[in-house]
């Protein structure tokens, strides 16, 4: 009754498109007025916390390899540690700047997982190739968090980091257990679903 | 020398981009399904049920985006609006 690994792909895909908007709204607005309402500056540090939380059944119950156990439980653990730094940030309970380091922290991990899980090369199937871009994009893009730790209220910087999110949940709807990806597809990956 | 006119026109229109980019994110996502439902109707698994497991009835990853663009249009861009309008006529 497990769902297969695609639709997972997809389901994340779903809330990290949802993040990716609320933060593109608060780049676009502002955080005085993204926060005028409690609920809403609680929305996506939230969600984020919420997904990290979530990726643990994922690492129970796909359990492909111990390095898939190992980067789904790394993934999980540093997306609820950047959720709830950033939770504790928009309450008040923390105060220092630092803590928005976790943000770049995530993004590396998370990268680095997702390069080092995937061990077929580029193009033996669509997902060997996305989880090389995805690894690579959140590894590049650690910049952004990064930079935004010393100016968080940059809006160039506030908006580049919703689109890399954005542009991740994108990746992972393209996601497909077996499929080609530019016209190659290896032998050894099997029969595509459709 | 500086006039009211010229100095509120930029922030009239910034205003409305903001608007116009909050008002139509939501949309945009939920066409950005539709079309995907369009262009790749077999990734619509409803559509052709014949022979499909219970997950692949229920999960449709361009109705997901649809969905996805409706809920954030509904519960975060349209009172975003209102706030964005209350501190536009704070600021007045």
């Known amino acids: 009754m497990q769902p297969p690994a695609e639709m997972v792909h997809w389901l994340f895909g779903v809330g990290i498109l949802f993040v990716g908007l609320c933060l593109l709204c608060e780049a676009v607005v502002g955080r005085e007025v993204w926060q005028r309402r409690r609920w809403r500056k609680y929305l996506w540090p939230g969600l984020a916390f919420t997904l990290g939380l979530l990726l643990w059944p994922v690492m129970a119950f796909f359990t492909n390899s111990a390095i898939h156990m190992y980067a789904h439980g790394s993934w999980a653990e540093v997306l609820m540690l950047a959720g709830g730094a950033e939770l504790g940030l928009v309450h008040g309970r923390l105060r220092s700047p630092l803590w928005r380091l976790t943000w770049p922290l995530a993004f590396v991990v998370t990268g680095t997982a997702f390069v080092v899980h995937e061990q077929n090369p580029w193009l033996f199937a669509r997902s060997a190739f996305l989880h090389h871009l995805v690894g690579w994009t959140f590894i590049v893009g650690a910049s952004i968090p990064l930079l935004l730790a010393w100016r968080p209220r940059s809006a160039a910087l506030q908006a580049s980091f919703a689109l890399v999110i954005v542009a991740v949940s994108v990746m992972l709807f393209a996601d497909r257990d077996v499929a080609p990806i530019f016209g190659h597809l290896s032998p050894l990956a099997g029969a595509p679903h459709r | ?92």
């Open chain 2, 1 to 92: 020398m500086e006039t009211p006119f010229t100095t509120r026109l930029p922030a009239d229109a910034a205003y409305a981009v903001r608007v116009r980019i909050v008002s139509l994110l939501g949309p945009t996502v939920t066409a950005a399904g539709l079309v995907w439902a369009i262009l790749q109707p077999w990734r619509v698994t409803l559509l052709h049920p014949r022979g499909q497991g219970f997950w692949w009835l229920l999960i449709e990853p361009p109705l997901l985006v649809a969905a996805a663009g409706v809920v954030f249009a509904l519960v975060v861009a349209r009172p975003l609006l209102a706030d964005l309008e209350e501190h536009r006529a704070a600021a007045r």
